[in-house]
T-cell receptor, first 120, second 112 residues
Framework: GAVVSQHPSRVICKSGTSVKIECRSLDFQATTMFWYRQFPKQSLMLMATSNEGSKATYEQGVEKDKFLINHASLTLSTLTVTSAHPEDSSFYIC????????????????FGPGTRLTVT | QQPVQSPQAVILREGEDAVINCSSSKALYSVHWYRQKHGEAPVFLMILLKGGEQKGHEKISASFNEKKQQSSLYLTASQLSYSGTYFCGTAGPTNTGNQFYFGTGTSLTVIP
């Protein structure tokens, strides 16, 4: 099956600093990538949907200026948590999907292994 | 937007069966099922695309009732490896395109 990588797998940073998380599709072109956040014992909450070459679509309640998403190529999307605070500590997971951008929910999503962010 | 799953948690003995339900308040184009082990990313199980469709994956199968906006996951003759949290994922139309949402999750524990 298709492989999605995420880097780093774990990161600890100080409050006020910024952290960048990379999501790469290794053997396919991802027209759409999704970013999720998961708190302990909770479901994955969709943060934003990004299509290659266009601005990300953020879910209600997710701050665009705090969680910067860039999907510059068909194999790479990045999430930057700016001015991180302890409440941003979470498990961040990306997923990638082939198919036409912005549509066709029938395509399987391939998940990255996740990034555990701890803000001290 | 988030689909609701039931039950929240279930404990089974090896060999027993279980049903996990997923219900959405919105119209659905498709339903996906995933299993997540602790500390890991979700693993894809199956996609159901059409109303009334049923699919199977080894001893795990699922149904999708488009009219009722519901899906059910059936686990038969459960194995220890089935333990984990199961999530349905639903996709439907929104103003900005097809968004995808995970359900509330069902924790499944299989004991010997």
């Amino acid at each position: 099956g298709a492989v999605v990588s995420q880097h780093p797998s774990r990161v600890i940073c100080k409050s006020g600093t910024s952290v960048k998380i990379e999501c790469r599709s290794l053997d396919f072109q991802a027209t759409t990538m999704f970013w999720y956040r998961q708190f302990p014992k909770q479901s994955l909450m969709l943060m934003a949907t990004s299509n290659e070459g266009s601005k990300a679509t953020y879910e209600q309640g997710v701050e665009k200026d705090k969680f910067l998403i860039n999907h510059a190529s068909l194999t790479l999307s990045t999430l930057t948590v700016t001015s991180a605070h302890p409440e941003d500590s979470s498990f961040y997971i990306c997923s990638a999907r082939e198919g036409l951008a912005g549509g066709l929910s029938s395509y399987e999503q391939y998940f990255g292994p996740g990034t555990r962010l701890t803000v001290t | 937007q988030q689909p609701v799953q039931s039950p929240q948690a279930v404990i089974l003995r090896e060999g027993e069966d279980a049903v996990i339900n997923c219900s959405s308040s919105k119209a659905l184009y498709s339903v996906h099922w995933y299993r997540q082990k602790h500390g890991e990313a979700p693993v894809f199980l199956m996609i159901l695309l059409k109303g009334g469709e049923q699919k199977g994956h080894e001893k795990i199968s699922a149904s999708f009732n488009e009219k009722k906006q519901q899906s059910s996951l059936y686990l038969t003759a459960s194995q220890l490896s089935y333990s984990g949290t199961y999530f349905c994922g639903t996709a439907g139309p929104t103003n900005t395109g097809n968004q995808f949402y995970f359900g509330t999750g069902t924790s499944l524990t299989v004991i010997p």
